[in-house]
């Protein structure tokens, strides 16, 4: 038979069997040294117990539990005891005398606090006892003599109040028109608006289009608004136009206004627009007609119902200009004026002063030519647009020999008129000296034709009143004069 051969887990197994095996004997003796070291561990706690229970004294010192203690094994070795024992008991000693200094200190505090209240009361006490030692008499002319001076005081500011309201009271009773009703309101900020209605426009409050309970904020705003917006003299600063120039540009579209057929507003806005334009960039000669009939453009689309289309423009212009140009200067003027086209001209302050005086047809007239008279001329930018209005006013109702044809007044002679209204003074605040000045000049160049280097008059506003829509005011009646108005000072 062939023997098969041994596997090596057989061979590993007879390795292990031929281990030596440990005897009875040597059992019994690692057992009795087992129970040896577990009888040597208690013998040792409880022989620290019992020393660490007792007090050991030396050299008059005292070492307690805490300290170190020698405890002999079953070896006869000495352990020592760690040092964490010594450390916790210092920091617990630190702490005791932290705590009682503490306490000291807070109870020095408070005595020291007790002694100074005491002394605080006993000073409060003396000065009690001191003061009660003066007499009655002298606190009690003391006290009377403050009450006397307080109550002067009010007295007297109650008396110069009750005199300035006197005064006030006084001057709205004399005065026609109420000072919060005036052209000029300082109080006036656009949002404190006024209540009720002028006395003045008391008649016409059933007149829609007058607005007679609107119509003091609206002309206070409108006049505070002139001065910002209102086109100053620019002709210094222009190197290729000349005021001739500004003159035969606004006669033409004066011409133009008149054949389209326009409201006067449009005109006005017209000519402020113009001249605010001019006052900012410098005009060509050849371009000068192009803005003029641009600002007519923009001043229809803002006023007119139907204004003008752009080729009626173009046309007008004999086709000097095209239509591509006349819509680029469009553009670059309300860029340059900042869309700002709401802008308070002449127009409305006079209809305003006209209506107040209750102006006759023909004196509305003679005033409007005057008034219009004025656009064609540079020199008058100088005055304020309703400085320009209450002189014009004036001008016509002192007109002697408008009074004479006028069916609606009684007439009178030279120098026989009513003067200066002292309403419109009242109402606009202006002086008599700037009237005058201002009135001087509007007749000198009512009085005056312009002429051009060709000797071409300018006379569209001329012929315009020249009609009898306008009861030919401009040829039927004398011309203005300072000298018919009087002058009360």
């Known amino acids: ?60 010192k005292r070492v307690t539990q805490r300290q170190q203690l020698l405890v002999l094994d079953g070896d006869d070795q000495e352990v020592t005891k760690p040092r964490r024992l010594s450390a916790r008991l210092s920091a617990l000693r630190n702490r005791e005398e932290a705590i009682n200094n503490s306490k000291t200190k807070e109870s020095t505090e408070e005595e020291t606090k007790e002694k100074k209240h005491e002394q605080k009361k006993r000073r409060h006490a003396s000065d009690l006892k001191f003061s009660s030692k003066q007499p009655a008499t002298k606190r009690a002319r003391a006290t009377n003599r403050g009450s006397r001076k307080t109550s002067s005081k009010l007295e007297e500011e109650k008396s110069s109040v009750d005199l300035l309201l006197e005064k006030q009271e006084r001057e709205e009773k004399l005065c026609l028109i109420h000072p919060n009703f005036r052209l000029e309101r300082l109080s006036f900020d656009g949002r404190n608006l006024t209540t009720g209605i002028a006395n003045v426009d008391k008649a016409s409050r059933d007149n829609v289009l007058l607005a007679a309970p609107y119509v003091a904020d609206m002309f206070q705003h409108l006049f505070r608004q002139e001065g910002r917006s209102r086109p100053r003299m620019y002709m210094e600063d222009q190197t290729d136009i000349n005021a001739k120039m500004r003159a035969i540009l606004v006669d033409w579209l004066i011409e133009v206004h008149t054949k389209f057929r326009l409201v006067p507003e449009t005109l006005y806005l017209c000519i402020n627009i113009l001249d605010r334009y001019c006052k900012l960039v410098q005009i060509r000669r050849s371009k000068l007609q192009l803005v003029g009939v641009t600002a007519l453009l923009i001043a229809c689309k803002y006023e007119e119902i139907y204004p003008p289309e752009v080729r009626d423009c173009v046309f007008i212009t004999d086709r000097a200009y095209t239509s591509s140009e006349v819509l680029d200067m469009e553009q670059d003027i309300v860029h340059r004026l900042g869309f700002k086209i709401t802008v308070p001209t002449a127009y409305p302050f006079l209809q305003r002063f006209l209506n107040m005086i209750k102006a006759s047809a023909l004196t509305k007239h003679a005033a409007s030519y005057y008034t219009e008279r004025t656009l064609q001329e540079h020199d008058m930018l100088f005055y304020k647009p309703s400085l320009i209005c209450v002189a014009a006013v004036i001008l016509a109702v002192n007109n002697a020999d408008l009074s004479q044809e006028d069916d609606d007044s009684d007439g009178f002679e030279v120098g026989e008129g009513p003067g200066m209204p002292p309403i419109l003074l009242e109402y606009t605040g202006y002086s008599r000296y700037d009237i005058i000045d201002c009135a001087a000049h509007i007749a000198k160049k009512v009085s005056e034709e312009p002429v051009t280097a060709s000797n071409r008059e300018l006379i569209a506003v001329k012929r315009k009143y020249d009609s009898k829509k306008y009861l030919n005011v401009s040829t039927s009646v004398d011309l203005p004069s300072v000298h018919q108005i009087q002058i009360d000072m």
């Open 1 to 60: 038979m062939r023997l098969r051969p041994r596997p090596k887990s057989l061979e590993n197994s007879n390795q292990i069997q031929s281990r030596p095996v440990a005897t009875k004997a040597q059992k019994n003796r690692s057992t009795r040294a087992a129970l040896g070291d577990i009888s040597n561990r208690r013998t040792r706690r409880t022989s620290s117990k019992a020393v660490s229970s007792k007090d050991i004294s030396t050299k008059g």
